[in-house]
């Protein structure tokens, strides 16, 4: 069977027409003589889910045949955003596709736009994990991603007057041709119910009766690799009220409460908790937490069992990687079964565990880090709360051995945190039974050792890694930059940099040439043209691309400091109020755009929202200013609103307070696509200035240790007169609404500046200054941008992912025949 490979889907233009209008027709039910563009993407969405589902079979039936080790990618976040370009494009069919849909009458862009985002996530780690999908799928590697198919995805933000409103984001409404619903793939999931004590065949064992069954039904999201045949499963899990019937309500007639009771099921997978930072104790959080891995770890036992008798290879054939702590429920998950259900010893069962799990972590803060409430954790999941006790029982008793009655060091290094309210920590149980700990870039790895996890370091030094975040070249270049893409392979010679990324730095060599600057300043063009249409249509301003588009596009954060760049513009349109007309024909003028989410019960994050539409409002309808100084805030911003603002934007911030941010993830495709950096020294922006040097970038503020240092000795920085100036413009009510905003001066002037707005504000005005220095002469500039390209191959999620497998997973590359 594999020897004929290539499929009987044929990618010819002519038998793409039909296949999209029989699916057109036939699928969608529309007549294949009259349907509009969105019917149309459906029908092509459709023809290429049929080439999708091809060779996801023959993937996964190569996988069967291979037997080879299999690494499973625990996520409860997804951010996958559009698939129609990225699986054409990884598909190899692109242009095949773009030309059938001309021969048809229909433009690939505007179907391609037709689609909603798949938004199952909140930022960085939910991207990351999406990124990383790609790149395990494009180097064959035999992967799953697990995860939760949310009924609402991260809400839509509305800008009313101003202030952010939150939408449900109703993503399947108009259904989603990306998945394949497994009927025949369903398990059931327990909850609450009680441990009793049994003696099976002479042995004690313990027997969990559930208070409640819920079933988990499992949709599969086919993941193409590109430029192999390779295509793997991202299976996502959907809460189903369970089959079993209680006759008994039913016979009392009461049957429409007994259907509501178990619709009730359906709303643990119904929507993704919207905030990035922490959540104390709340069930249903913990109920989706425990439903996906109950389902995946289930799902992975028969898997294995349908292929071996015992489970002495299981720690061979499988390694499973928790992204941060919100799937590490699976710990005492897979020792459940393998005890209660598998009748392994423990002792077996907790080598076996210790061999399969790997944790990254993605927070920098201690208070990011998740605590569970024993009674919570008691009451829903009563038998895991015993493995967790009996885990930390034999830690405590290790600790002791190696360290005496250190009850200080126990206390802090105990899964079960005591106090008024009992806590089980779940990072400190993912760190006594992971074999390794990674952090995602080498500073944060540094702040994990030092701070963070410093206990569990000076125990286990060896468990303690790092892997740098990446971002895949193929969505955030190929995809989201043809023109860029096309440029680089002409100059390149080949386009085999899309597999090997490494091979960017051969464009080092031309970035003083002139025709290559003249046709890369071209492109670079057009997608800011792009972008100026696309502002326009989401806000209604008109902006000059002769400006140099300075962007901040990530999720609002006080850390992230999105403040610290509106209060730069205030000091800029200030500076611009108060000059001469000679020296206003010196400024360079600015399109500033920041774009972003708060978490809905985020009030500061809120507030910097606002702020930044008032002060646009102020400078946008400023006569004086014109088309010197424009503040854009591009709402409702996502994967799709990235891809068409990267690509067009010249200058990109990332100026967190150093130490706060664990990796970054943004900079890194601005980089790709030749965008220059204004950062601080911060997360991965350290390992970028050493692949690309500073002299390429434009960086700013304290650095970590200096950071640290003003925060011990708890100095109280003086107020730069620019910035109490600023600031003061804020507090009197120079954009209105000073009430609103006073917490927001108060957060920099009068309770001590936690994130050192007050200490950074003059380096970073010099940056910008630099920036503007820099961009007037576009020769440079360009040559900056060049460079920043060649350099940015390191920060491929292809790099990341080859560490992951060789360094922790130890999988092999399992590439399916073409
Ligand atoms: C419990 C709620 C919750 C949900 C998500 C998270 C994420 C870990 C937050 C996040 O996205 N962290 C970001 O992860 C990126 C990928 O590693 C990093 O590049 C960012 O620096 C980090 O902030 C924390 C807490």
Known sequence: VFEMMDGFLKNDPVSLQKDILDHVEFTVARSRFSFDDFEAYQGMAHSVRDRLIERWHDTQQFFKKKDPKRLYYLSLEFLMGRSLSNSVINLGVR??????????GFSFEILAEQEGDAALGNGGLARLSACQMDSLATMDFPAWGYGLRYQF??????????????????????????????????YAVKFYGTVEEK??????????????????VAYDNPIPGYGTRNTINLRLWAAKPSGQYDMESFGTGDYINAVIDRQKAETISSV???DDRSYQGKELRLKQQYFFVSASVQDIIRRFKDSHSSFDEFHEKIALQLTDTHPSLAIPEVIRVLVDEEQ????????????????????????????????LLGSLLPRHLQIIY????????????????DYNRLSRMSIVEEGAVKNILMANLSMVVCHTVNGVSRVHLDTLKSKVFKDFYELWPQKFHHKTNGVTQRRWLVVSNPGLCGLISKWLGTDSWIREVDLLLGLREHAENEELQ??????????????????????????????????QIKRIHEYKRQLLNILGIIHRYDCIKNMKDSERRRVVPRVCIIGGKAAPGYEMAKKIIKLCHSVGEMINNDPDIGDLLKLIFIPDYNVSVAEIVIPGSDLSQHISTAGHEASGTGSMKFLMNGCLLLATADGSTLEIIEEIGEENMFICGAKIH????????????????????????????YFGHEEYFKPLCDSIESSGDFYLLGHDFPSYLEAQAAADMAFVNQKKWTKMSILNTAGSGKFSSDRTIGEYAEQTWGVEPCRCPF
């Open 95 to 104: 242009d095949q596709y773009m030309d059938a849909l001309n021969q048809l």
């Open 272 to 274: 993704l908790y919207p």
């Open 344 to 375: 392994l010893s423990w002792k077996e069962a907790c080598d076996i565990a210790c061999k399969i799990f790997s944790f990254t972590t993605h927070t920098v803060v201690p208070e990011g880090l998740e605590k569970i409430p024993v009674d």
């Open 199 to 216: 003696s099976l065949n002479g042995m004690n064992c313990k027997v969990w009766i559930p208070g409640e069954t819920v079933e988990a």
């Open 390 to 405: 009996d885990i930390n029982f034999s830690f405590m008793e290790e600790l002791k051995q190696r360290f005496g009655l």
């Open 518 to 551: 003249h046709e890369w300043r071209m492109v670079r063009r057009v997608n800011k043209i792009r972008l100026v249409e696309f502002i326009e249509t989401m806000t209604g301003m008109k902006v000059s691309p002769d400006a140099m588009f300075d962007v």
């Open 706 to 733: 200096e950071v640290n240092m003003m925060r011990e000795k708890g100095e109280t920085i003086k107020m730069p007169l620019e910035l109490a100036r600023v600031v003061r413009m804020v507090r009197v009510g």
């Open 153 to 186: 995805g991260l809400f839509r933000q509305v800008i009313l007057d101003g202030f952010q409103h939150e939408q449900p984001d109703y993503w399947l409404n108009f259904g989603n041709p990306w998945e394949i619903e497994r009927v025949d793939v369903s």
